[in-house]
Nanobody, 129 residues
Framework: QVKLVESGGGSVQAGGSLNLSCETS???????????VGWFRQAPDKEREGVAA????????YLIDDVKGRFTISRDKTKATVYLQMNSLKPEDTAMYYC???????????????????WGQGTQVTVSS
């Protein structure tokens, strides 16, 4: 059974930083690391959007233009955890952030929710001006 647990959300002022964690269990097989893990966010009254993703085996990363230069996605294989380091936060980054993942998925089309089978419960990020 695959489980994703997010943590690290909170309230910060504009310009601040947060580091989100997505602890995975049951996702990565011992014989292969083929999986894509993404971070999505959903602000009030807005659709959920893909923010970043990482191909678990090679560590190749993908980010939307809006967060490039401010957010970094990474993974620690020893902890089976994916991180989203968020710097220079803006009020418009305020949202519920979700971790999503699927196996046998090379991250092509990573911004599409439909590509991910497994989802976490989310962690709230609030940025005040």
């Amino acid at each position: 059974q695959v489980k994703l647990v997010e943590s690290g959300g909170g309230s910060v002022q504009a310009g601040g930083s947060l580091n989100l964690s997505c602890e995975t269990s049951g996702l990565i097989r011992t014989t292969e690391n083929v999986a894509c893990v993404g971070w999505f966010r959903q602000a009030p009254d807005k659709e959920r959007e893909g923010v970043a993703a990482i191909y678990y085996d090679t560590g190749s990363t993908y980010l939307i233009d809006d967060v490039k230069g401010r957010f970094t996605i990474s993974r620690d294989k020893t902890k089976a955890t994916v991180y989203l380091q968020m710097n220079s936060l803006k009020p418009e980054d305020t949202a519920m952030y979700y971790c999503a993942a699927d196996r046998d998925f090379g991250c092509m089309g990573w911004v599409q929710e439909i590509e991910y089978k497994y989802w976490g419960q989310g962690t709230q990020v609030t940025v005040s001006s």
